[in-house]
């Protein structure tokens, strides 16, 4: 088969590795997601789309391993950086795997973890305050929205509306003063300064934070763990997104099959339809 030609990781430099949920039934035998694999080396230099190389039973430290060790040394030569999410397992999977290769926490990832944070700052703020969730007209709830919403995209009238909530709730100001620097980090045009403003964000947050900072002390904490992995974009420039594609395109397929029940039917039927394949495939 094509999949199987011994050239078909051939210049493969760069990989993307996320996770990705294919049925939604429970009691079929097989694991609920797979771990799938995408070559990013195109996007990278330019040269075509990111193309589906495999998806893996399970989204684990072992699924990923052995898919690893199943490659021979050429290809563990070769790879010098893996894109991926936050989860340990794979960064675990990589670092054993591939010593010689860079992980990159994903950007996207980074800030969403920023506003999870920021967001259970402001739901503990609000029962403190009201002793109830949020409801229309409490101040908090009212700039749920804008509180996520990038600084430079508000309006003014928002604007006056945070500035308000935030001379309030000090906590609330000081988890979101983090949240908009780790979008400006990555955002700054100038990548040298951009990683330096994202260090400096980092380090900041690290040490011993006043009491009433809980959720910035555990953003802080996460964070600095992972923080080579996330200076590691500014010298790489390398993201999930395309990976985060390839899921979309995947949920597509699946809503045009009504589903899949044979998880190695799914597997294949993935990538002839994200893999590069068709023109590879002879049927007779």
């Given at each position: 088969m094509?999949?199987?030609?011994p050239?078909h990781?051939?210049?493969?430099?760069?990989l993307?590795?996320?996770?990705h949920?294919w049925?939604h039934?429970?009691?079929?035998g097989d694991?609920?997601?797979?771990?799938?694999?995408v070559?990013l080396?195109?996007?990278?230099e330019g040269?075509?789309?990111?193309?589906?190389?495999d998806?893996v039973a399970?989204?684990?430290?072992?699924a990923?391993?052995?898919?690893l060790?199943?490659r021979d040394q050429q290809?563990w030569?070769?790879?010098?950086?893996v894109?991926?999410?936050?989860?340990?397992g794979?960064?675990?999977?990589?670092?054993e795997s591939l010593?010689?290769?860079?992980?990159v926490?994903?950007?996207?990832?980074v800030?969403?973890?920023a506003a999870?944070?920021?967001t259970?700052?402001?739901q503990?703020?609000q029962?403190?305050t009201?002793?109830?969730?949020?409801?229309?007209g409490d101040?908090l709830y009212g700039?749920?929205?804008?509180?996520l919403?990038?600084s430079d995209?508000?309006?003014?009238r928002?604007?006056?509306r945070?500035?308000?909530a935030?001379?309030?709730?000090?906590?609330v100001?000081v988890t979101?003063?983090?949240?908009?620097?780790l979008?400006?980090?990555?955002?700054?045009?100038?990548k040298r300064?951009?990683?330096?403003?994202?260090?400096?964000c980092?380090?900041?947050?690290?040490p011993?934070?006043?009491?009433?900072?809980?959720e910035?002390?555990q953003?802080?904490?996460s964070?600095?763990?992972?923080?080579?992995e996330?200076l590691a974009y500014?010298d790489a420039?390398?993201s999930n997104?395309?990976?985060e594609?390839i899921n979309?395109r995947?949920?597509?397929?699946?809503?045009?099959a009504?589903?899949f029940?044979?998880?190695?039917?799914y597997?294949?039927?993935s990538?002839?339809?994200?893999?590069?394949?068709?023109d590879?495939i002879?049927?007779?």
């Amino acid at each position: 088969m094509a999949f199987d030609r011994p050239g078909h990781l051939d210049g493969v430099r760069s990989l993307g590795v996320d996770e990705h949920k294919w049925k939604h039934r429970r009691g079929q035998g097989d694991p609920d997601f797979v771990t799938v694999i995408v070559d990013l080396t195109p996007v990278i230099e330019g040269t075509g789309p990111a193309r589906l190389l495999d998806m893996v039973a399970g989204r684990s430290k072992a699924a990923l391993t052995g898919w690893l060790e199943a490659r021979d040394q050429q290809f563990w030569d070769r790879v010098q950086i893996v894109a991926m999410d936050g989860f340990t397992g794979y960064r675990t999977a990589t670092a054993e795997s591939l010593p010689a290769a860079r992980a990159v926490m994903d950007p996207f990832h980074v800030v969403h973890l920023a506003a999870e944070k920021l967001t259970m700052c402001r739901q503990r703020i609000q029962q403190a305050t009201h002793g109830h969730r949020g409801r229309v007209g409490d101040l908090l709830y009212g700039i749920r929205r804008i509180l996520l919403t990038r600084s430079d995209l508000l309006t003014e009238r928002q604007r006056k509306r945070l500035e308000g909530a935030f001379a309030a709730h000090v906590a609330v100001d000081v988890t979101a003063w983090c949240h908009q620097e780790l979008i400006a980090a990555y955002g700054n045009p100038d990548k040298r300064a951009g990683k330096l403003a994202m260090f400096t964000c980092l380090e900041r947050i690290r040490p011993g934070l006043p009491r009433g900072l809980e959720e910035l002390a555990q953003l802080g904490r996460s964070l600095w763990r992972r923080r080579s992995e996330i200076l590691a974009y500014f010298d790489a420039g390398v993201s999930n997104g395309p990976v985060e594609a390839i899921n979309g395109r995947l949920e597509h397929l699946r809503g045009i099959a009504l589903g899949f029940r044979n998880l190695t039917h799914y597997i294949w039927r993935s990538l002839i339809h994200s893999g590069q394949l068709q023109d590879r495939i002879n049927a007779l």
